[in-house]
């Protein structure tokens, strides 16, 4: 690989989304729970008695293996050097728009099931455009107005999918 | 009627050129917009497809296919940044173009050496055929998990992360598949008590889960639009003459797209930086690259687009998809009950046919439709992330639910979306963990058959000439890396 095109693709990543560190809470975190998972299906695979437990087996002992290496690996990092692991951790305004939007999808997913995909749309759209900083109110109408029209078309008429029913 | 004949006029009907066009023209959509990009359109474009035959699904995804490997240098030329990796090496010369004054004539550059590249990747698939058919003949049961092994090491070995995590990606991804009902007694599995798990982990929901709400969740960090994009200046025509003058970087690009598109696990991505690195290292003015050199832009383009047909070589013979993008196609092609492998040569021979159409079609389109529709696309890079977000969100929540109409799919998909930006902070190859999801209960199922073979001896298979070549071949895939490994470090020793 050319060192320029790496660089090139480097640069465009801004600091606070570079790779969290393996060692970092976050690294060591999700590999102990990888390893836990291949631990909880090794146990529900003992309770399997015919062969179709025989695979599932072989996957969680090997999940198990490389994740519970992955943990310790980052475990080991980190006491070595701690310092890289906790730099760039400060929450910014980054975050906080990477958590609402977690959160709005969420909270759409839940409130579709209730009042119909498109209701819900047309409250949760608008306001996420509002909230990450879109303030020109002509244009969310006119977006949210023409993604309704779009996706009545596209969902309601070609594959019978009930965007504006209440209850799913 | 001939199956090619009949592949043909479903092709080349008004509905195939229809469903062609449109696929293609959402491809470009797709690969323009930074963010989105091949893997996060097709798993989109996936749940329409559903309710079409599965020749007409072909010709859509494989439209969507080679509209996003020919756009995604379209912000890789306008504004730096890439649509998606395998777009990544056009920014270095490409770019340079651009902020010349010739940004369109780079597009032009790209859409020519696109077009070049997807007919030679298609030709490829053709002339590669016949053999295909022999030795998908010859592989059984032994061969086919053996295989499955060597392109999961294949894909780990590529990948820049680690064989701890990848091989923990890709052993995780087969560990979920096994939730729900059994293969071999139809009981379920790991259900935990949750009916909504007994059909197990829906593959729709987890692909658009993985890609889209992950990447919406990391996309969404930056509020603004990706800054403005420089105007589409420049000649169209003058970009088609400067590549067909590049003809030599044009075809040694293909050739390297092709050949690294039969590894599983390499892709578009390697091919491209193979072919920049080459073309500059036998240009007599190296010193040109960098600053918008044609063969910048004519050799790494012409790569990308061969790939597709490389790349579907393993995919359709063995089941083992050589890249993300080819990993969805083959997920399209089992939601629409087509396994491949030998039965593909024979019982679904018009599909196979149809792919094969389509992507030569998909090069007259590149060429045609893509440079014509250059400058629109081009506006597509200066779209808001708060209006993007929003709308791919929405448009994948419902396209979940239209998969399937079971609204417990859609949480799935949250979790898989949890699951993908961990993969992606914390750098695990999604790759990897899609190659297990997919293709683990066609292993498991390869492996139950040859447990019963050998009767529990499994270690008997490494006699057969096809499953001993294969496990040479994971070795040395596995052991290379660190065998460079340690003569880097010998050296360094040397040299201090």
Redesign the interface.
Not at chain 1, 50 to 56: F, M, N
Not at chain 2, 220 to 224: F, H, K, T
């Given at each position: 690989?050319?060192g320029?095109?790496d660089q090139?693709?480097d640069d465009?990543q801004?600091e606070?989304?570079s790779?969290?560190a393996?060692s970092s809470a976050?690294?060591i975190g999700?590999?102990a729970i990888?390893t836990l998972?291949?631990l909880v299906?090794f146990l529900?695979?003992l309770q399997?008695h015919?062969?179709?437990?025989?695979?599932?087996r072989m996957?969680?002992i090997?999940?198990v293996v490389?994740?519970g290496?992955?943990t310790i690996?980052a475990i080991l990092a980190r006491r070595k050097s701690p310092l890289q692991a906790t730099r760039g951790q400060q929450p910014n305004g980054?975050?906080y728009?990477?958590v609402?939007?977690?959160v709005?999808?969420?909270a759409?997913?839940i409130a579709?099931?209730m009042i119909g995909?498109g209701p819900a749309?047309l409250v949760?759209?608008p306001i996420?455009?509002w909230v990450?900083?879109?303030r020109k109110p002509l244009w969310i109408l006119i977006?949210t107005g023409g993604?309704a029209a779009g996706?009545s078309l596209?969902?309601d008429t070609?594959?019978n999918?009930p965007?504006w029913s209440q209850r799913? | 009627m001939s199956p090619i004949w009949e592949s043909f006029s479903v092709l080349f009907s008004f509905n195939g050129l229809f469903l062609a066009t449109v696929g293609f023209l959402i491809g470009c959509i797709g690969g323009a917009m930074v963010g989105i990009g091949g893997a996060l359109t097709t798993a989109l474009v996936i749940?329409?497809t559903l309710?079409m035959t599965p020749a007409d699904a072909m010709i859509v995804l494989i439209g969507v296919y080679s509209g996003v490997s020919y756009a995604g240098s379209i912000p890789s030329i306008l504004i730096?940044?890439?649509g998606g990796?395998s777009s990544?090496?056009v920014?270095?010369d490409g770019y340079a173009l651009a902020r010349r004054g010739e940004g369109t004539t780079a597009i032009a550059i790209s859409a020519t050496a696109s077009a070049i590249g997807a007919l030679v990747g298609g030709l490829s698939l053709v002339i590669a055929l016949p053999f295909l058919q022999y030795l998908a003949m010859a592989f059984g049961s032994p061969e086919f998990l053996m295989f499955g092994l060597f392109g999961l090491a294949s894909i780990v070995a590529a990948s820049d992360t680690g064989y701890?995590?990848g091989?923990?990606a890709g052993?995780?991804g087969?560990?979920l598949a096994?939730i729900g009902a059994?293969?071999?007694?139809a009981?379920p599995?790991?259900t935990f008590g949750i009916g909504d798990l007994v059909d197990g982990i829906d593959l729709v929901a987890a692909m658009i889960g993985l890609f889209a709400?992950s990447e919406?969740?990391?996309l969404?960090?930056?509020?603004?639009s990706i800054s403005s994009a420089l105007v589409g200046r420049g000649n169209m025509w003058r970009g088609v003459v400067w590549a067909l003058k590049e003809w030599k970087a044009i075809l040694r690009g293909c050739g390297m797209g092709v050949l690294v598109g039969f590894v599983p696990g390499e892709g578009g991505t390697v091919a491209t930086?193979m072919s920049?690195?080459t073309e500059?290292q036998l240009s007599k003015q190296p010193e040109r690259f960098?600053k918008g050199h044609p063969a910048g832009i004519a050799g790494p383009e012409a790569a990308n687009n061969s790939v597709i047909g490389g790349s579907l070589v393993p995919t359709l013979s063995f089941g083992i998809p050589g890249s993300v993008s080819t990993a969805l196609l083959l997920t399209a092609l089992m939601l629409h009950g087509i396994r491949p492998g030998p039965t593909l040569f024979t019982n679904d021979v018009v599909v196979l046919y149809t792919i094969i159409g389509s992507i030569l079609f998909g090069a007259v389109l590149t060429m045609i439709v893509g440079l014509s529709m250059s400058r629109p696309l081009a506006l597509l890079t200066i779209i808001?992330?708060?209006?993007l977000?929003?709308?791919v969100?929405?448009?994948s929540?419902?396209?979940i639910?239209?998969a399937g109409?079971n609204?417990s799919h859609?949480?799935m998909a949250?979790a898989a979306?949890v699951l993908g930006?961990?993969f992606?902070?914390?750098?695990y190859p999604i790759v990897a963990f899609l190659l297990g999801f997919i293709v683990g209960p066609l292993a498991?199922e390869n492996?139950?058959r040859t447990?019963q073979l050998t009767q529990g001896n499994i270690w008997e298979i490494l006699t057969r000439p096809i499953c001993a070549a294969l496990f040479l071949m994971t070795m040395i895939v596995l052991l290379r890396p660190l065998w460079r490994l340690l003569i880097a470090k010998r050296r360094m020793r040397a040299s201090a």
């Open positions: 690989m050319t320029h095109g090139v693709v465009l801004d606070d989304e790779p969290a393996d976050g690294g999700f590999a990888v998972v291949g299906f529900q695979s399997i015919s062969q179709a437990g025989l695979w599932p996957l969680s090997a999940l490389f994740a290496m992955q690996t980054s975050t728009r990477r609402f939007t977690a709005w999808l969420s759409y997913c579709a099931q995909f749309m949760f759209v996420y455009m990450m900083g879109y977006v993604f996706l596209m969902f070609v594959a999918v965007i799913l | 749940p329409f309710s730096n940044t890439p990796p990544a090496a920014t270095l701890l995590k091989f923990t052993i995780l087969a560990l096994t059994s293969l071999l007694d009981n599995r790991f709400f919406m969740v990391r969404s960090r930056n509020p603004n930086f920049y690195i500059k960098g808001p992330i708060p209006i977000v929003p709308l969100c929405v448009t929540v419902v396209g639910y239209a109409f609204y859609i949480f949250l979306g930006y961990a992606t902070r914390l750098k498991e492996f139950m447990w």
